[in-house]
């Protein structure tokens, strides 16, 4: 499969109107970090950008990364890694799946990634060093990628959309999965702008998981603690049950938004923190500001979604 290079300078920043963001003074702007690429998923890429170039110059033999059967972020090393002439092995939740399990795991081994399938007790080592170093023994100079892309120079490369957006915008509004995104957009803010994070798990602890990534950047702890307290707004009652979860309220939202703005949203992630930022602004906490949407991507994972959205939503007709 011929591929494409990501184009960064694809990611817009579109404004949408309607009557409701005028009625509450809100300027809404959609930064399209979803164009960048139809496979490597809008932040994916930015997250793998910096950590590619670090493996050259280090001269390493390949990418070893981990993901659930339907992560996007294994897609995306996959494609990444194919277009850089870069071996990639995807360690994947779950020994009872195999290659062809799902498109998902079909794509990745399409697009050349050694798929090694391991248990779900074997996968929670993901994070352990012991862990990686029994795997590099096993595929030396490796270099290893945690699951998400959540490392240091995955924060740098979502650092530069916060760079990309209007210095005028008041508030970006992102969808929160590991955090490695809003880390790396929340350093790179101006000192009048704040971010609203809307995690996508049920349960899950935004400051202090983003605490724990920032922490990895070298910047003085009590800036952090600053920048957590002062400039972050965690929206984490949009979890429509937790990860993954979805129901009729979102499929109506995510159908009426594509109506309303001719956008599509991902049911995991962008659909959620969209159906946050409306409600807030139904709510008058959000008003009279200026505001940027990240539209993290996601939309090539979406696609066993289709059955509740209606035939194909996620495979036609383009998104924007
Ligand atoms: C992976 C993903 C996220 C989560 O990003 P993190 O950096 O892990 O917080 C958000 N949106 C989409 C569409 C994703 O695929």
């Excluded at 012991?130 to 595929?139: A, F």
């Excluded at 702008?193 to 724990?212: H, I, N, T």
């Excluded at 920032?214 to 972050?232: A, F, P, W």
Aim: glycine share 8%.
């Amino acid at each position: 499969m011929p591929l494409t290079h990501p184009n960064t300078q694809s990611s817009i920043l579109q404004e949408l109107h309607s009557n409701f963001l005028q009625e509450h003074g809100v300027q809404l702007y959609v930064k399209r970090d979803d164009l960048i690429h139809p496979i490597i998923s809008g932040n994916k890429w930015r997250k793998l950008k910096y950590n590619i170039l670090n493996l050259k110059e280090q001269k390493k033999e390949g990418i070893l990364t981990f993901g659930g059967a339907f992560s996007n972020h294994l897609v995306a090393t996959a494609a990444a890694c194919q277009l850089n002439e870069v071996p990639a092995i995807g360690i994947v939740r779950g020994d009872e799946l195999n290659a062809s399990s799902n498109d998902t795991l079909k794509l990745c081994a399409e697009l050349g990634m050694q798929l090694i399938f391991v248990s779900r007790e074997e996968y929670a080592l993901r994070n352990m060093r012991e862990y990686h170093e029994e795997l590099i023994v096993e595929h030396p100079n490796y270099m290893v990628v945690p699951e998400g892309g959540a490392n240091y120079m995955g924060m740098i490369g979502c650092q530069e959309i916060a760079k990309e957006l209007d210095q005028a915008v008041d508030l970006v509004v992102v969808a929160q999965g590991t955090s490695t995104t809003s880390c790396g957009v929340l350093i790179g803010l101006n000192e009048h702008q704040k971010l609203a994070v809307v995690p996508a798990l049920k349960g899950y602890d935004s400051r202090s998981e983003m605490k724990q990534l920032l922490g990895r950047t070298g910047i003085d702890s009590e800036y952090i603690e600053e920048m957590l307290k002062n400039k972050t707004l965690v929206w984490d009652d949009y979890h429509f049950g937790g990860y993954a979860k979805v129901d009729d309220e979102l499929v109506a939202f995510i159908q009426d938004f594509y109506r309303d703005y001719h956008l599509k949203l991902d049911p995991v992630y962008t659909a959620k923190a969209m159906y946050a930022l409306f409600d807030k602004i139904k709510k008058g906490e959000v008003e009279n500001q200026k505001v940027a949407f990240i539209h993290t991507g996601g939309l090539q994972g979406a696609k066993s979604y289709e059955d509740k959205l209606g035939v194909e939503f996620y495979t036609t007709t383009s998104n924007g």
